[in-house]
């Protein structure tokens, strides 16, 4: 198993496609994961176009692949993963890390952001790994190396342990996704297949940037990355960190739930 240390060759030709890699969290891990010289695709919606991965590409045009791809298009989807499945002649990892977040107020609340939310936290990794599971299964395992085991590896967030005022429709699809996973583990695991979860706290991203309260354990998105890229090697379901959110969530969600509430009601902007 490897270890914290030096990432040089820690992922030679490992197969990794990553969704939601162009910005923030994402962007991170796949500058350590071409640095570790995995074979990287990075799909976001305007992933062929974007300056910063194409960059990278530059540095990188034997590693690092872009494909465009908008999962809440569900009409796309099947002719974009065959696409992509055929750069690399498959994948040992997918990491699904795409995510949207509108924080909203009862004066504040859309119906299309509550749809966009659900699509892009929830659903877009549903439709994917319904396609996604065929494949992986039919591909054989070429060595028993960990990093070419088969694994998914799901970049939820701690947000998904309690919901919290304004963020509901972000966490709660969210909390779906959490849920599914914990659902599918057992079979995944069954049939070669490694899922995993992250679950996180605040991230300096654009996605953070619209917060305007003080943020427990806020951390850089290279710190963040640094963890999802180590939980690819740990034979662990899920990563929670930090421990300072994840254990306030954590006893939050254990709490009777009218002591839960009366803590959150606290975190209103007029209490
Ligand atoms: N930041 C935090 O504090 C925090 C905390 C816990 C969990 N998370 C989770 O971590 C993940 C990354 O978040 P981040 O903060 O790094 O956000 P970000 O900077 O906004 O990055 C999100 C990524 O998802 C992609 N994406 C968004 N909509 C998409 C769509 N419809 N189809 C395909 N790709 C799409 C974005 O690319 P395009 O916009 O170019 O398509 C981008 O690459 C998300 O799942 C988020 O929920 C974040």
């Known amino acids: 198993m490897h270890t914290q240390a030096s990432k ?24 350590q994961l071409l640095e570790a010289q995995a074979l990287v695709l990075v799909s976001a919606r305007n992933a062929q176009s974007h300056l910063r991965l194409l960059d990278l590409l530059k540095r990188y045009p034997q590693q690092l692949h872009l494909l465009d791809l908008d999962v809440t298009q569900k009409a796309d989807l099947t002719a974009k993963i065959n696409q992509a499945w055929s750069i690399f002649g498959g994948f040992d990892t997918w990491i699904y890390n795409a995510g949207a977040y509108i924080p909203m107020t009862l004066e504040t609340w859309e119906r299309n952001a509550f749809e966009q939310m659900n699509a892009i936290n929830y659903l877009g990794a549903v ?24 694994q998914w590896l ?7 342990d309690f919901g919290l005022p304004y963020g509901g429709g972000y966490s709660a699809p969210k909390a779906a996704l959490q849920n599914l996973a914990e659902s599918l583990q057992p079979e995944l695991k069954a049939a070669g297949i490694q899922l995993k979860v992250v679950n996180h706290g605040f991230v300096k991203t654009r996605l953070t940037a619209k917060n305007d309260f003080a943020m ?17 090697f740990k034979n662990r379901f899920e990563t929670r960190f930090p421990w300072s959110l994840a254990w306030v ?23």
């Open 154 to 160: 799901w970049n939820i967030s701690l947000a998904g």
């Open 8 to 31: 040089t060759s820690a992922c030679e030709g490992m197969r990794v496609w990553i969704v939601g890699g162009s910005e923030g969290i994402g962007f991170a891990l796949v500058k």
């Open 249 to 271: 969530l954590g006893v939050i969600k254990r709490l009777p739930k009218s002591w839960a509430l009366s803590l959150t009601r606290r975190m209103l902007k007029n209490a």
């Open 216 to 232: 427990l354990g806020l951390m850089d998105a290279e710190v963040a990355a640094e963890q999802l890229y180590q939980a690819l």
């Open 127 to 150: 439709y994917l790994m319904v396609e996604l599971l065929p494949k992986f299964r039919a591909q054989q395992p070429t060595t028993d190396s960990v990093i070419y085991r088969p």
